[in-house]
């Protein structure tokens, strides 16, 4: 706009840059008489558009007051906030550091493609509307204040501190409606090398955030036991799950792909075993299954009771033993409908109907609640339990909801056939086949 102007006001001639002379002047030297014309022409049009634009851009704020409250108003998990840290040095001579660190974490994490972070003016813009409030003096109630006037889901705050020559940088995520907090970390080092120190938290962060964006994003809900600090191995574990719990045969790629961006990646090893297992592929379901086993130490109780479980069941050929791992998980957490299908699947294994068939009606119990399961083997192994009692009805019954799930499953159709063969109805079987 600037140079538009100039340019209106300004000729470059063969004499030298001259001031554009007046349009009357022109017209009286250049141009013969002609009608008196309208005051309104494209040239008076050009000059008002290029005089609002210019309005326009050098006064943004009176355009544009309202559009962070705009672009920010509906709440979303993948828009955080990075407040002010404390200066908890004792010296006013590093308060630059306040928004001198939440500059440089927000500079790191607006790389993501997973997240939107608010800029630090529109931080201090909400900090200086909180009424009694000093920069220096934002501590956990005003933090919470602030977060929750950006209308963010979650904020990111902390403090640090100087001993000596070693400055220390804490750090903590926290949810914004429950003040929970979610992820604490802290980095140590020398005061020149606060450039990485903030790096590598802003990459734990992100890690950390974009793996929960994910998860959000997906039905499944891995929380126990999935373990990985990186996003990419996460995503293809993700979607080896799905994979997996649907039938389809691209469950083991995923996996395996997961494991190539993260070796140590106990659950990918976990269930590339047991998805091995449902192909017949033993021998390379148990080298799995023992690769997983090494990392138990690393894993949360649950997953540690689970390997146990599986290792027990499928190399120690020893399911009894199998069941009473189960039975402390469903102990720890009865709402695992996963538990509750490997314990009854045990049950099942052993020819304890009856028991399996407990262990089935929890999971439907949970449904009720919960809502409808997307996972094709609790349909199967419950029809098979009412299956192997003589109930026919029943299990066909189970057999066509997990159907309207799953209507490609092969092994529902599967069971299906095998149900009506044992009815003595060959023209169903025949059909399901």
């Given at each position: 706009?600037?140079?538009?102007?100039?340019?209106?006001?300004?000729?470059?001639?063969?004499?030298?840059?001259?001031?554009?002379?007046?349009?009357?002047?022109?017209?009286?030297?250049?141009?013969?008489?002609?009608?008196?014309?309208?005051?309104?022409?494209?040239?008076?049009?050009?000059?008002?558009?290029?005089?609002?634009?210019?309005?326009?851009?050098?006064?943004?704020?009176?355009?544009?007051?309202?559009?962070?409250?705009?672009?920010?108003?509906?709440?979303?998990?993948?828009?955080?906030?990075?407040?002010?840290?404390?200066?908890?040095?004792?010296?006013?001579?590093?308060?630059?550091?306040?928004?001198?660190?939440?500059?440089?974490?927000?500079?790191?994490?607006?790389?993501?493609?997973?997240?939107?972070?608010?800029?630090?003016?529109?931080?201090?813009?909400?900090?200086?509307?909180?009424?009694?409030?000093?920069?220096?003096?934002?501590?956990?109630?005003?933090?919470?204040?602030?977060?929750?006037?950006?209308?963010?889901?979650?904020?990111?705050?902390?403090?640090?501190?100087?001993?000596?020559?070693?400055?220390?940088?804490?750090?903590?995520?926290?949810?914004?409606?429950?003040?929970?907090?979610?992820?604490?970390?802290?980095?140590?080092?020398?005061?020149?090398?606060?450039?990485?120190?903030?790096?590598?938290?802003?990459?734990?962060?992100?890690?950390?955030?974009?793996?929960?964006?994910?998860?959000?994003?997906?039905?499944?809900?891995?929380?126990?036991?999935?373990?990985?600090?990186?996003?990419?191995?996460?995503?293809?574990?993700?979607?080896?799950?799905?994979?997996?719990?649907?039938?389809?045969?691209?469950?083991?790629?995923?996996?395996?792909?997961?494991?190539?961006?993260?070796?140590?990646?106990?659950?990918?090893?976990?269930?590339?075993?047991?998805?091995?297992?449902?192909?017949?592929?033993?021998?390379?379901?148990?080298e799995a299954m023992l690769k997983a086993y090494e990392g138990k130490d690393r894993q949360p109780l649950k997953m540690q009771l689970w390997l146990e479980a599986f290792l027990a069941q499928y190399i120690r050929k020893n399911p009894f033993q199998s069941?009473?791992?189960?039975?402390?998980?469903?102990?720890?957490?009865?709402?695992?409908?996963?538990?509750?299908?490997?314990?009854?699947?045990?049950?099942?294994?052993?020819?304890?109907?009856?028991?399996?068939?407990?262990?089935?009606?929890?999971?439907?119990?949970?449904?009720?609640?919960?809502?409808?399961?997307?996972?094709?083997?609790?349909?199967?192994?419950?029809?098979?339990?009412?299956?192997?009692?003589?109930?026919?009805?029943?299990?066909?019954?189970?057999?066509?909801?997990?159907?309207?799930?799953?209507?490609?499953?092969?092994?529902?159709?599967?069971?299906?056939?095998?149900?009506?063969?044992?009815?003595?109805?060959?023209?169903?079987?025949?059909?399901?086949?």
């Amino acid at each position: 706009p600037i140079t538009a102007i100039v340019s209106w006001i300004f000729d470059i001639t063969p004499e030298g840059l001259l001031k554009t002379a007046p349009l009357n002047e022109i017209e009286v030297k250049d141009a013969p008489a002609q009608p008196k014309r309208s005051l309104i022409t494209v040239n008076n049009i050009i000059i008002a558009v290029l005089f609002a634009l210019v309005v326009v851009l050098a006064f943004p704020k009176l355009f544009g007051k309202n559009k962070i409250s705009n672009d920010i108003s509906n709440e979303s998990n993948k828009i955080i906030a990075v407040l002010p840290f404390m200066n908890n040095t004792g010296d006013s001579s590093n308060d630059h550091w306040q928004y001198g660190i939440s500059e440089l974490l927000i500079s790191a994490l607006s790389g993501s493609n997973e997240l939107t972070v608010i800029d630090n003016q529109t931080i201090n813009e909400v900090v200086n509307n909180v009424e009694n409030i000093q920069t220096a003096s934002i501590g956990r109630d005003i933090a919470k204040e602030v977060a929750s006037r950006i209308k963010v889901n979650s904020y990111i705050s902390g403090n640090y501190l100087l001993a000596g020559s070693t400055f220390r940088i804490n750090l903590k995520l926290i949810d914004t409606k429950s003040n929970k907090v979610l992820k604490t970390d802290y980095k140590e080092g020398k005061l020149d090398s606060i450039f990485s120190m903030v790096g590598s938290l802003a990459n734990n962060i992100n890690n950390y955030l974009e793996i929960k964006t994910i998860k959000e994003a997906s039905n499944i809900d891995p929380t126990d036991y999935a373990t990985t600090s990186s996003p990419e191995a996460y995503r293809y574990f993700i979607q080896g799950l799905e994979d997996f719990w649907s039938g389809k045969g691209s469950a083991s790629g995923r996996f395996y792909d997961a494991i190539q961006i993260d070796t140590t990646f106990t659950s990918a090893y976990f269930f590339l075993s047991l998805n091995l297992i449902t192909t017949g592929q033993f021998k390379i379901a148990k080298e799995a299954m023992l690769k997983a086993y090494e990392g138990k130490d690393r894993q949360p109780l649950k997953m540690q009771l689970w390997l146990e479980a599986f290792l027990a069941q499928y190399i120690r050929k020893n399911p009894f033993q199998s069941i009473n791992y189960f039975k402390q998980v469903a102990e720890i957490d009865p709402y695992s409908r996963l538990n509750w299908l490997w314990l009854g699947a045990s049950y099942n294994l052993i020819n304890k109907y009856d028991e399996a068939l407990l262990s089935f009606e929890e999971i439907q119990n949970l449904n009720d609640q919960l809502g409808p399961w997307t996972n094709q083997y609790y349909y199967i192994s419950f029809g098979n339990a009412y299956q192997n009692l003589k109930k026919y009805n029943k299990a066909q019954n189970t057999y066509k909801k997990g159907a309207l799930l799953f209507p490609e499953s092969d092994g529902i159709l599967r069971e299906q056939a095998i149900c009506a063969l044992l009815q003595n109805d060959t023209a169903a079987a025949n059909q399901y086949l």
